[in-house]
């Protein structure tokens, strides 16, 4: 599915990832873990294409395609899908909008037809349904005044419209409380199948208990420097990252 | 020569001699600096003509089919007070243009809503012809207890040649008087549109505002209210979408006399192409004016590398009780937006008018007149490059 060979990336002339090497195939579950200001948020940055950081070395394979050549929205169109640790508040843009707008635009360059008004919002109301979100959602402008857990649901609801290959969590996890947690893990496992993957940022191991990865890659200094099965995010909890460090 | 002289008689001339020799508007004036007055200066204006129509317009300087509504009185100047008389004395002395709009005034009218009455009027300001310029005054009274909307609306058509249109609008807003003001500025890509507009608001009384500019080759609006007793309130709303070599002014004061009284202003300016835009809102709170409140946000968004802003918002207290805000925005479009939507699939150009409209929309949404939102909706989706796709959406999935 991707292939991330020695990643070299900076912002502002400071080298942040310094020789990311990453396989992963498709339908697996990889959590990347690791210490603030190690590079986790940078390298979802850099596969979404957020055009402040410069890559200065490597390549990113995705599909057959040179993934860092291609514009943001030509990621999407290509099935890549970052959901966003701080999504952004966008006033007077209607969400329903944005998911309508999103969801045709990725259809449209997958070969499929338009969803019609009325097949979408039977469509959206279904993955409302699964995020536990009302219907007035979809007429509050794009996350305008939502909590920080409305705003991952919301994150999730539109990876479940956009139907990725390959999903980017970026600290999805994060400013949820046990239920919102909960809600945001099952939705991620209910996007679970042999031909999607995901790749999800994370500190902490409490939504690797609910989304269970196959791989968890530990990345210190801009590099990944230990990785393992689900038993190493134990591990990491109880030892903290120091002792990573030590190894 | 040329420029609003050439509009003068000879008497004229000498009575407004003082004016013209302040000069038109030019550079050196502070409040007129940004104004581009060429077209203005050089033009040999004439007298407007006027031209049969429906509906309670302004055309050529004069006002024809005259509003008739129960709760509603018109008359000529002829029975302006003292007070009116003095105010529209007190505007013209203010600069040179003032005192050329005094001289040049050909129609006063006097508009008075009774108490406890509610009216809404509807005003066309209709095209001018080729070269021609009119002057008019309207002077409203809004009585006790009575609630006044006005809707004035341009009409667009077509001009090849500069042609001016100024008017002077007076209001008296009595004790628990409201009056909603909504103006939807589409005059013709020629047109010189100019707007005097004088508010005085008595105890508990209201005005409400809402200007949005379009059109025109230059519009100016002159805005200043005054709160002159406790609870007197305004608020200001205002939007101007600026293009191709366009320029639009406002310049806003509103004057917090007395204590207990509040405004409230939001503009914004999206400027395009060589536009420019010129925002200038001063707000003065006297040393009587305790426990006031006002506040006021200004956003200008740059579309291009020749589009110009000049925002300047001005606070000036001398009450030690009062609650003041202001903030002022000048930027283009935000990255991280941009990227948010375009990560969603979202091409460039769509993500562009997505953001442009967005920052539009607000001050669309707090239109009150549902017919009157659509148009203004219709219009900006129009003069958005690539607008067809908000178009569409809002048509297929607003439920």
Redesign the interface.
Known sequence: MMSIRNLHARVDDKPILKGINLEISAGEIHAIMGPNGSGKSTLSSVLAGRDEYEVTNGEVIYQDQNLLELEPEERAWAGLFLSFQYPVEIPGVKNVYLLKAAVNAVREHRGLPELKAADFLKLVREKLKIMQMSESFLHRNVNEGFSGGEKKRNEILQMQLLEPKLALLDETDSGLDVDALRIVGEGINLMRTPDRSVLLVTHYQRLLDIVKPDFVHVLIDGQIKLSGDFSLAQRLEKEGYEGIELA | MNGLHTLLTKSERYSAKDALQKGLPSKQVESWKYLPSRTLNKTKWVSASHRESAGFVLHGGRFANLPLCDGVNTSTNSSLNSAEIARLANLASAHGFSSAQDALNTDCLLLEVIKLAEVRIDLCRLANDAKEAGFATVVIRVGEGAKLLLIEQFEDAPRSQPNLDSLRILVDVSRNGEMKHLRFQTANDHAQVFTEIDVDISENGHYNLHTIDFGAKLSRTNIEIKLSAEQASTKINGLAVTNGSQYHDTHLAVEHRIGDTQSAMTFRNMVDGKGEATFNGRVLIEKEAQRSATKQSVGNLLLSKTARVNPKPELEIYADDVTASHGCTVGSLN???L??????????T??RA??Q??????LVELIEDADIRELVESRLLGELKHGE??SE??E??N?
């Open positions: 990255r991280n937006e990227f948010y939507l375009k990560s969603r699939g979202i091409n460039e769509d993500a997505f953001l409209y967005a920052f539009a929309a607000k796709l908000i959406l809002k297929s999935v439920v």
